[in-house]
């Protein structure tokens, strides 16, 4: 397990990740930190569905069953 240690660059805390990692310089991460401490970082994807058409990932059979679905009591609450 490698370390890292952290270090002001203006006004933020910076850390530097190992090439090793294979990560590319430039991309965008969501991060976030955790009660325990742990901060984890998760690539930010880029839209797949920006130049969908409508209908593409339509499933028929699926989204038929979701159409005709009623509730009858209380399936929707917590």
């Known amino acids: 397990m490698d370390t890292v240690k952290t270090r002001q660059q203006g006004n933020t805390i910076a850390v530097t990740l190992s090439k090793k990692f294979n990560i590319p310089a430039g991309e ?18 880029k839209d797949i569905f920006v130049n969908v058409q409508e209908g593409q990932y339509s499933d028929a059979d ?5 159409r005709n679905f009623t509730p009858k009591g209380s399936e929707l609450d917590d």
């Open 28 to 45: 965008e991460y969501y991060i976030t930190k955790s009660d325990t401490g742990v901060i984890t970082l998760v690539p930010k994807v």
């Open 62 to 66: 699926e989204d038929g069953l979701a």
